[in-house]
């Protein structure tokens, strides 16, 4: 099943989804060894990338659906690179997308916010598996208020794109925080199958870590959706992996 979606962008509440250049940002520098379930999805003619994700076999990739919105169902140009660190490196393993499938309730709701930010790519081969690239295990439960996350991304802005500094794999930790405290920012509480963390002060996420991971003791519980886009403060919302466990179960292959 491939994403047939036609979506207008005519947003007030500017989410940080559509901002495309902006990424985590502020955070400090990681290797890919410590975080080697994470690719990066590129336009592979221009090296720009779109969104992250996350190895959950050797065929398939964990990410936000909407990173694909806009594409046309045409990913001849849109690659996957496993086991590098840096958007520099368009050496390391590139992989083609077979196809992919988005949760089938995927979409914006009446607020115009994401629901149901899901999408398994399936690659046209499998990943060779080794200390740069290799599968996370899923979450064995939800995510709980006040559990510590990591999330890594490239941190890249408008004003930094190009510089060897920002093109290197960053990342932050995040405190997840209760739905009561994300309505604040958000015109609608989250549902059981989100979560939101709050982050450091001095780190920016945006648009171009959408579909990367929220881990916690070494497993995969939630894929990078929105937030306010450049918004310091503004917790950032997350899809609960442990929600759709059935939904990627049934629809990857091992």
């Known amino acids: 099943m491939n994403i047939r979606l036609v979506i207008c962008f005519c947003l007030l509440l500017i989410i940080g989804a559509f901002a ?5 940002f502020g955070g400090p520098l990681a290797s890919i060894s410590d975080f080697p379930h994470l690719v990066s999805i590129r336009i592979i003619s221009t090296n720009e990338l779109l969104c ?45 997308i077979d196809y992919i499938i988005a949760h089938p309730q995927f979409r914006y709701n009446i607020h115009r916010l994401l629901i149901h930010d899901v999408a ?17 295990p899923l979450a064995s439960r939800p995510a709980r208020t006040e559990n510590v996350a990591l999330i890594a991304g490239w941190g890249t802005t408008p004003d930094t794109e190009g510089q060897l500094n920002f ?27 989100q979560f939101c963390t709050l ?22 519980y939630g894929i990078v959706s929105y937030t306010l886009r450049g918004a310091r403060n503004a917790p950032v919302v997350h899809s609960q992996v442990y929600y759709y466990l059935d939904f990627i179960r049934r629809n990857m292959i091992e």
């Open 120 to 136: 398994i790519v399936k690659l046209r081969r499998p990943i060779y598996m080794n200390e740069l690239q290799s599968i996370i």
């Open 199 to 220: 982050n450091p002060a001095d780190v920016v996420i945006c648009a171009g870590d959408s579909g990367n991971s929220v881990t916690i003791d070494g497993e995969l």
């Open 20 to 24: 495309k250049k902006s990424r985590v």
């Open 167 to 193: 093109t290197l794999l960053r990342m932050t930790t995040g405190i997840i925080v209760d739905n009561i405290q994300c309505a604040a920012y958000f015109p609608v509480s989250l549902q059981n199958y």
């Open 52 to 96: 992250g994700g996350s190895i959950i076999s050797r065929w398939n990739i964990l990410t936000a659906a909407h990173c694909f919105l806009g594409l046309n169902n045409t990913y001849n140009d849109v690659k996957i690179v496993s086991g590098a660190g840096t958007l520099l490196n368009i050496y390391s393993d590139v992989h083609d």
